[in-house]
Protein backbone atom coordinates (compact mmCIF):
# COMPACT_ATOMS: atom_id res chain seq x y z
CA UNK A 1 0.00 0.00 0.00
CA UNK A 2 1.93 6.23 -0.52
CA UNK A 3 4.27 8.70 -0.04
CA UNK A 4 4.75 8.79 3.77
CA UNK A 5 6.06 10.93 12.15
CA UNK A 6 7.79 13.90 10.80
CA UNK A 7 10.99 13.18 9.52
CA UNK A 8 13.64 14.77 6.92
CA UNK A 9 15.38 12.93 4.26
CA UNK A 10 18.55 14.88 2.88
CA UNK A 11 20.12 14.85 -1.03
CA UNK A 12 23.94 14.06 -1.79
CA UNK A 13 25.58 13.74 -4.92
CA UNK A 14 24.15 10.11 -5.83
CA UNK A 15 22.03 8.99 -3.16
CA UNK A 16 19.40 10.06 -0.57
CA UNK A 17 19.70 9.31 2.68
CA UNK A 18 17.76 5.93 4.90
CA UNK A 19 14.94 6.56 7.20
CA UNK A 20 14.45 3.64 9.33
CA UNK A 21 11.50 3.13 10.97
CA UNK A 22 11.18 2.06 14.38
CA UNK A 23 9.05 3.53 17.66
CA UNK A 24 12.79 4.41 19.58
CA UNK A 25 14.59 6.01 16.96
CA UNK A 26 15.60 9.24 17.85
CA UNK A 27 17.86 10.48 14.50
CA UNK A 28 15.44 10.75 11.51
CA UNK A 29 18.36 10.06 9.02
CA UNK A 30 21.27 7.89 7.98
CA UNK A 31 23.22 7.24 5.46
CA UNK A 32 23.21 4.38 3.40
CA UNK A 33 25.91 3.69 0.83
CA UNK A 34 24.84 2.03 -2.42
CA UNK A 35 23.32 -1.33 -2.45
CA UNK A 36 25.92 -4.59 -3.23
CA UNK A 37 24.00 -7.44 -5.29
CA UNK A 38 23.97 -9.59 -2.43
CA UNK A 39 21.21 -7.30 -1.01
CA UNK A 40 19.62 -8.02 -4.08
CA UNK A 41 18.69 -11.48 -3.99
CA UNK A 42 16.44 -11.38 -0.96
CA UNK A 43 19.43 -11.90 1.25
CA UNK A 44 19.06 -11.05 5.59
CA UNK A 45 18.73 -7.61 6.48
CA UNK A 46 17.87 -5.99 10.35
CA UNK A 47 14.48 -6.18 10.92
CA UNK A 48 12.21 -5.93 14.36
CA UNK A 49 11.91 -9.13 16.42
CA UNK A 50 8.64 -9.18 16.03
CA UNK A 51 7.21 -8.89 11.74
CA UNK A 52 3.81 -8.23 13.04
CA UNK A 53 4.57 -5.19 14.78
CA UNK A 54 1.44 -2.75 14.52
CA UNK A 55 -0.32 -4.06 11.86
CA UNK A 56 -4.16 -4.88 12.42
CA UNK A 57 -5.29 -8.52 11.99
CA UNK A 58 -1.97 -9.98 11.25
CA UNK A 59 -3.51 -13.54 10.65
CA UNK A 60 -4.24 -12.37 7.22
CA UNK A 61 -0.34 -12.64 6.23
CA UNK A 62 1.56 -15.95 5.91
CA UNK A 63 5.17 -15.12 6.44
CA UNK A 64 7.27 -16.10 4.00
CA UNK A 65 11.20 -14.72 4.51
CA UNK A 66 11.07 -12.98 7.88
CA UNK A 67 13.71 -10.08 6.54
CA UNK A 68 14.50 -9.32 2.95
CA UNK A 69 16.13 -6.55 1.06
CA UNK A 70 15.28 -5.76 -2.57
CA UNK A 71 15.68 -3.04 -4.84
CA UNK A 72 13.88 -1.41 -7.52
CA UNK A 73 12.03 1.72 -8.64
CA UNK A 74 8.93 2.84 -7.33
CA UNK A 75 5.95 2.71 -9.54
CA UNK A 76 2.25 3.64 -7.49
CA UNK A 77 1.67 5.13 -3.68
CA UNK A 78 -1.59 5.68 -2.51
CA UNK A 79 -2.88 6.41 0.88
CA UNK A 80 -5.04 3.56 2.26
CA UNK A 81 -7.83 3.52 5.16
CA UNK A 82 -6.40 1.60 7.51
CA UNK A 83 -3.67 4.33 7.53
CA UNK A 84 -0.75 2.42 5.77
CA UNK A 85 0.13 3.56 2.15
CA UNK A 86 0.01 1.25 -0.40
CA UNK A 87 3.32 0.95 -2.98
CA UNK A 88 3.85 -0.45 -5.88
CA UNK A 89 7.60 -1.86 -6.38
CA UNK A 90 8.94 -2.79 -10.00
CA UNK A 91 12.06 -5.16 -8.87
CA UNK A 92 15.04 -5.49 -10.48
CA UNK A 93 15.51 -8.52 -12.77
CA UNK A 94 17.20 -10.92 -10.78
CA UNK A 95 16.61 -11.20 -7.51
CA UNK A 96 14.60 -13.99 -5.66
CA UNK A 97 13.21 -14.31 -1.88
CA UNK A 98 14.06 -17.02 -0.12
CA UNK A 99 15.02 -19.21 -3.20
CA UNK A 100 12.00 -18.29 -5.00
CA UNK A 101 10.74 -15.35 -7.01
CA UNK A 102 9.34 -12.30 -5.30
CA UNK A 103 6.49 -11.78 -7.87
CA UNK A 104 3.48 -14.43 -7.97
CA UNK A 105 0.29 -14.80 -10.35
CA UNK A 106 -1.34 -12.17 -9.00
CA UNK A 107 1.22 -9.67 -8.24
CA UNK A 108 1.42 -9.77 -12.22
CA UNK A 109 -2.51 -9.76 -12.59
CA UNK A 110 -3.59 -7.44 -9.81
CA UNK A 111 -0.29 -5.17 -9.15
CA UNK A 112 1.32 -4.62 -12.67
CA UNK A 113 3.50 -7.24 -12.13
CA UNK A 114 5.12 -5.11 -8.99
CA UNK A 115 5.45 -5.98 -5.65
CA UNK A 116 3.89 -4.14 -3.00
CA UNK A 117 5.05 -2.47 -0.21
CA UNK A 118 3.01 -1.78 2.62
CA UNK A 119 4.58 1.29 5.47
CA UNK A 120 1.97 0.96 8.52
CA UNK A 121 0.62 3.64 10.35
CA UNK A 122 1.17 6.60 8.48
CA UNK A 123 -2.03 8.06 7.46
CA UNK A 124 -5.52 9.23 8.98
CA UNK A 125 -7.17 5.59 9.92
CA UNK A 126 -10.79 5.28 8.46
CA UNK A 127 -11.12 1.75 9.36
CA UNK A 128 -12.29 0.79 12.53
CA UNK A 129 -10.82 -2.34 12.69
CA UNK A 130 -7.10 -0.74 11.94
CA UNK A 131 -7.30 1.71 14.88
CA UNK A 132 -6.22 -0.63 18.05
CA UNK A 133 -2.89 -1.54 16.18
CA UNK A 134 -1.52 2.02 15.63
CA UNK A 135 -2.79 3.49 18.69
CA UNK A 136 0.23 5.70 20.29
CA UNK A 137 2.27 4.94 17.32
CA UNK A 138 3.47 7.40 14.68
CA UNK A 139 5.29 5.89 12.37
CA UNK A 140 8.72 8.29 11.11
CA UNK A 141 9.35 6.59 7.74
CA UNK A 142 8.99 8.47 4.63
CA UNK A 143 8.56 6.83 1.34
CA UNK A 144 10.68 8.67 -1.55
CA UNK A 145 8.44 10.32 -4.79
CA UNK A 146 7.24 8.33 -7.30
CA UNK A 147 9.93 7.15 -9.65
CA UNK A 148 12.83 6.79 -6.98
CA UNK A 149 15.37 3.71 -7.23
CA UNK A 150 15.13 2.80 -3.74
CA UNK A 151 16.40 -0.31 -1.71
CA UNK A 152 13.21 -1.47 0.49
CA UNK A 153 13.23 -3.97 3.41
CA UNK A 154 11.16 -6.22 5.93
CA UNK A 155 8.89 -8.91 6.57
CA UNK A 156 8.32 -10.69 3.15
CA UNK A 157 4.82 -12.12 3.53
CA UNK A 158 1.59 -13.79 1.15
CA UNK A 159 -1.39 -11.20 1.82
CA UNK A 160 -3.73 -13.92 2.35
CA UNK A 161 -6.68 -11.88 1.73
CA UNK A 162 -5.58 -10.81 -2.15
CA UNK A 163 -3.25 -13.09 -3.14
CA UNK A 164 -0.38 -11.44 -3.90
CA UNK A 165 3.36 -10.79 -2.30
CA UNK A 166 4.40 -8.04 -0.06
CA UNK A 167 6.76 -6.64 1.99
CA UNK A 168 4.50 -5.58 5.51
CA UNK A 169 5.75 -4.10 7.24
CA UNK A 170 8.16 -2.06 5.29
CA UNK A 171 10.59 -1.37 7.67
CA UNK A 172 13.11 0.61 5.73
CA UNK A 173 13.72 2.05 2.27
CA UNK A 174 16.27 4.63 1.01
CA UNK A 175 16.62 6.23 -2.49
CA UNK A 176 19.66 4.87 -4.49
CA UNK A 177 21.40 6.38 -7.48
CA UNK A 178 19.71 4.97 -10.22
CA UNK A 179 22.27 2.50 -12.37
CA UNK A 180 24.28 3.53 -15.71
CA UNK A 181 22.12 2.81 -18.50
CA UNK A 182 24.21 1.87 -21.89
CA UNK A 183 23.34 3.43 -24.63
CA UNK A 184 24.50 4.38 -28.17
CA UNK A 185 25.26 8.07 -29.20
CA UNK A 186 22.33 9.98 -30.99
CA UNK A 187 23.64 12.31 -33.26
CA UNK A 188 21.37 15.94 -33.00
CA UNK A 189 19.86 14.19 -29.58
CA UNK A 190 18.49 17.39 -27.25
CA UNK A 191 19.82 16.79 -23.98
CA UNK A 192 17.62 15.02 -21.31
CA UNK A 193 15.28 17.14 -19.24
CA UNK A 194 16.54 16.74 -15.36
CA UNK A 195 14.93 14.71 -13.38
CA UNK A 196 12.63 16.18 -11.17
CA UNK A 197 12.27 14.93 -7.54
CA UNK A 198 10.18 16.24 -4.78
CA UNK A 199 11.46 15.85 -1.04
CA UNK A 200 9.99 16.79 1.99
CA UNK A 201 12.72 18.53 4.15
CA UNK A 202 9.96 19.57 7.12
CA UNK A 203 6.08 18.49 8.18
CA UNK A 204 4.68 19.96 11.29
CA UNK A 205 1.46 21.65 11.56
CA UNK A 206 1.22 25.23 10.38
CA UNK A 207 4.66 24.44 8.38
CA UNK A 208 5.86 22.56 5.46
CA UNK A 209 9.40 22.31 3.50
CA UNK A 210 10.56 20.63 0.70
CA UNK A 211 13.74 20.73 -1.34
CA UNK A 212 13.16 20.25 -5.34
CA UNK A 213 14.66 21.34 -8.68
CA UNK A 214 15.88 25.26 -8.87
CA UNK A 215 13.06 27.03 -11.13
CA UNK A 216 10.04 24.41 -9.44
CA UNK A 217 6.87 25.75 -9.15
CA UNK A 218 5.23 24.07 -5.97
CA UNK A 219 1.88 24.32 -4.47
CA UNK A 220 0.79 22.66 -1.01
CA UNK A 221 -2.00 20.92 1.19
CA UNK A 222 -2.74 20.17 4.02
CA UNK A 223 -5.46 17.11 5.23
CA UNK A 224 -6.43 17.58 9.05
CA UNK A 225 -6.68 14.68 10.67
CA UNK A 226 -10.44 15.21 10.29
CA UNK A 227 -9.82 14.06 7.25
CA UNK A 228 -10.87 17.75 5.96
CA UNK A 229 -8.55 19.54 3.54
CA UNK A 230 -7.03 23.12 5.55
CA UNK A 231 -8.12 26.33 3.93
CA UNK A 232 -5.63 28.47 5.68
CA UNK A 233 -3.74 31.67 4.54
CA UNK A 234 -0.10 30.98 3.49
CA UNK A 235 -1.31 27.25 1.78
CA UNK A 236 -2.48 29.26 -1.56
CA UNK A 237 0.41 30.28 -2.26
CA UNK A 238 2.56 29.04 -5.20
CA UNK A 239 6.09 29.21 -4.47
CA UNK A 240 9.60 29.06 -7.20
CA UNK A 241 12.48 27.29 -5.97
CA UNK A 242 15.67 29.44 -5.68
CA UNK A 243 18.83 27.87 -6.80
CA UNK A 244 18.98 26.12 -3.28
CA UNK A 245 15.99 24.09 -4.59
CA UNK A 246 13.99 24.90 -1.63
CA UNK A 247 10.36 25.94 -0.75
CA UNK A 248 8.17 26.35 2.37
CA UNK A 249 4.95 27.34 3.52
CA UNK A 250 3.76 29.03 6.74
CA UNK A 251 0.09 28.71 7.59
CA UNK A 252 -2.33 29.60 10.36
CA UNK A 253 -3.29 26.99 12.90
CA UNK A 254 -6.01 26.52 14.70
CA UNK A 255 -6.69 25.91 18.84
CA UNK A 256 -9.79 23.97 17.77
CA UNK A 257 -8.43 21.77 14.72
CA UNK A 258 -8.99 17.97 16.28
CA UNK A 259 -5.65 15.97 17.39
CA UNK A 260 -4.51 13.36 15.35
CA UNK A 261 -2.26 12.82 12.42
CA UNK A 262 -2.83 15.08 8.83
CA UNK A 263 -1.13 14.87 6.20
CA UNK A 264 0.98 17.40 3.99
CA UNK A 265 2.04 17.00 -0.01
CA UNK A 266 3.81 19.37 -1.58
CA UNK A 267 3.31 19.06 -5.46
CA UNK A 268 6.09 20.34 -7.72
CA UNK A 269 5.98 21.19 -11.46
CA UNK A 270 9.40 21.60 -13.94
CA UNK A 271 9.81 21.34 -17.71
CA UNK A 272 6.50 19.51 -18.24
CA UNK A 273 7.06 17.22 -15.23
CA UNK A 274 4.74 17.24 -12.35
CA UNK A 275 5.87 15.32 -8.98
CA UNK A 276 4.67 15.09 -5.47
CA UNK A 277 5.66 13.95 -1.86
CA UNK A 278 3.78 13.15 1.14
CA UNK A 279 4.58 13.54 4.66
CA UNK A 280 2.89 13.04 8.07
CA UNK A 281 2.17 15.93 10.78
CA UNK A 282 0.77 15.54 14.49
CA UNK A 283 -1.79 17.77 15.61
CA UNK A 284 -1.68 17.70 19.96
Not at 23 to 46: D, Y
Not at 54 to 76: A, K, W
Not at 247 to 265: A, D, I, N, Q
Amino acid sequence: MAVFGTKALAMCGSCLVLVACGESSTSNVASLAPASPSSASGSSTTCPDDPHAHVYSPDRLRLLVPCVTLIGTIELERAEPDGDFHVRLRLDAGQMCGGDPCINADNVSRQAGDLVLEPVCETPITQADAVAACQGYNNPLMVPPLGSYVAASGPFVLDLDHGWNEIHPLESIAALAAPAESRSPTPSSAPSPVALTVTITASRYGYLAAATSPGASCTAKAKLPSGRMSTAAGLQATMTAGDDGLVSWTYGTSSTTKPGTGTHTATCTYQGQTVSASAPFVVA
